[in-house]
């Protein structure tokens, strides 16, 4: 049976994760390090012991923002970035529920309004989120002054072609 | 010069700004824009977060749209700038990718354009010193910090863009407009990117250190190429530590005097006005 790391490797299809000494330049040029529940370092060492459950559990894969400057810095170019993708769509995919919710459901919700136009539409995309996430009251404040700009439209964008955005969806997803 | 041009959702939406002054900035350097036909997202965070190959297949399809046009594409928004970028890294790398994307398309990717970023497109094709010749009112008192933030220039081998710790074009252009560019450490520090919304308040601490770093440093303004970090420094940092944010194309359109270059300046969140009519550039 193939284990976690093996499995990780294979997906993030590039230097094996073996090749991290623990230098932790990763973690020191992290900006959400601090947030995290394991350092990134630590996330490497944990899919080598094999703790598949802790890792995919655990709120670091959703708090990494892909700056991608630990990749940049490893002295060993293990792509840690791209791991964290890897971990987040294996969670997706075994149906392990993300620690931070919230992060997951604006992400469905951004993808949700380019399956509905093909481009994104802030507004529909806002209200969608709201709904999935019950956070009805953060940033009533700023609503209104971005009517008021014009920086909020209401008639959302539209690619014309939108079978051929509908069937990346389709076939991308089926996999 | 001509070039494809991809605005994505961000310049159709909250950072209008920036499509209209590249638009004004680009007539005025003489870069013919010739619009990615039916273009759609680029799938920025959401997509890589989720599903690699609907990552890949997403700003595949724009590329292939943009090969019709058979010249480079230049990409303003800096996330649809990575997509693309890292979308166009993997599909020359790996060939069974390349093959089942093109499967879910429908067509070929060929990979023979060039994705560019304006700041590239301006500083490299035009340069500075025509740059400067265009000047009209030189930006006098305005003292930007630049801010690159992380996607034009990480991961490196990917985005191809310049001096990933250092980079400098952006500051050299700003220069030559006559801005007093503040040199300061957070260059290429990220904003907090996609977790504005879902994840506000490490956003906030995010944004409060930059605009931090940036007034102590001296600046009076931060100017910027990506739609994102301009949307959280305008709208997350504390009350007190705010400050205009520009987009670079539109201090140049200030500069070469285009027409229309004041109505941008009317709809940041954060009311850029009352600076420039301080240092008599409005």
Redesign the interface.
């Known amino acids: 049976m193939e284990t976690f790391l093996e499995e990780v490797n294979k997906k993030i299809h590039g230097v094996p994760l073996q090749a991290c000494y623990h230098c932790r330049k990763c973690t020191a040029g992290c900006p959400v390090a601090s947030h995290m529940e394991y350092n990134p370092n630590k996330v490497i060492k944990m899919i080598q012991n094999g703790q598949k459950d802790k890792v995919l559990a655990s709120s670091t894969i959703w708090l990494c923002l892909s700056c991608e400057t630990c990749i940049t810095r490893c002295p060993n170019q293990v792509d840690i970035a791209r791991m964290m993708d890897v971990l987040r769509q294996m969670a997706i995919e075994e149906g392990v529920a993300a620690k931070e919710a919230n992060i997951l459901k604006f992400h469905e919700a951004f993808l949700s309004s380019i399956k509905f136009g093909g481009r994104v539409h802030e507004m529909m995309m806002t209200v969608h989120y709201k709904l999935k996430s019950k956070d009805f009251f953060s940033d009533v404040d700023i609503a209104p002054g971005m009517l008021l700009k014009g920086k909020l439209s209401f008639f959302p964008p539209r690619t014309k072609d939108m079978k051929s955005v509908k069937g990346i969806f389709e076939k991308t997803q089926s996999r | 010069m001509k070039v494809s041009y991809y605005p994505g959702?961000?310049l159709?939406?909250?950072a209008?700004e920036y499509d209209q002054s590249m638009k004004a900035v680009s007539q005025a350097l003489s870069i013919e824009l010739k619009e990615v036909d039916?273009?759609?997202?680029c799938?920025?965070?959401?997509?890589?977060?989720?599903?690699?190959?609907?990552?890949v297949?997403?700003p595949a399809?724009n590329l292939i749209a943009a090969e019709k046009n058979a010249m480079d594409v230049m990409v303003p928004c800096a996330a649809c700038f990575n997509r693309f970028k890292m979308a166009e890294h993997h599909l020359k790398a790996?060939k069974d990718l390349k093959a089942r994307i093109e499967?879910?398309?429908?067509a070929k990717y060929q990979g023979g354009i060039t994705i560019r970023n304006p700041i590239d497109v301006i500083y490299n094709e035009i340069g500075i010193d025509a740059l400067a010749a265009k000047v009209l009112k030189p930006l006098t008192g305005l003292k930007p910090v630049s801010y690159y933030g992380?996607l034009l220039?990480?991961?490196?081998e990917v985005c191809e863009f310049e001096n990933?710790e250092n980079p400098f074009m952006l500051d050299k252009m700003m220069g030559s407009i006559g801005a007093d560019v503040k040199n300061w450490s957070y260059k290429t520090?990220?904003c907090?990117?996609?977790?504005s919304?879902?994840?506000?308040a490490?956003v906030v601490d995010?944004c409060d250190k930059l605009m931090g770093a940036a007034k102590e440093a001296g600046a009076n303004c931060v100017v910027t190429a990506c739609p994102m970090c301009l949307a959280n420094l305008e709208?997350r940092p504390s009350a007190n530590m705010k400050m205009p944010v520009f987009y670079f194309t539109e201090l140049i359109s200030l500069a070469l005097g285009l027409s229309g270059s004041q109505e941008t300046f009317?709809?940041?969140?954060t009311d850029v006005q009352p600076l420039l009519s301080q240092l008599r550039l409005i």
Do not use: E, Q
């Open positions: 959702c961000s159709h939406g909250m209008k039916d273009w759609s997202c799938g920025a965070s959401a997509a890589h977060n989720t599903n690699f190959d609907l990552s297949a997403l399809r790996d499967g879910v398309l429908g992380c220039l990480r991961p490196p990933y520090d990220c907090g990117g996609s977790m919304v879902s994840k506000t490490i995010m709208m009317k709809t940041h969140l």
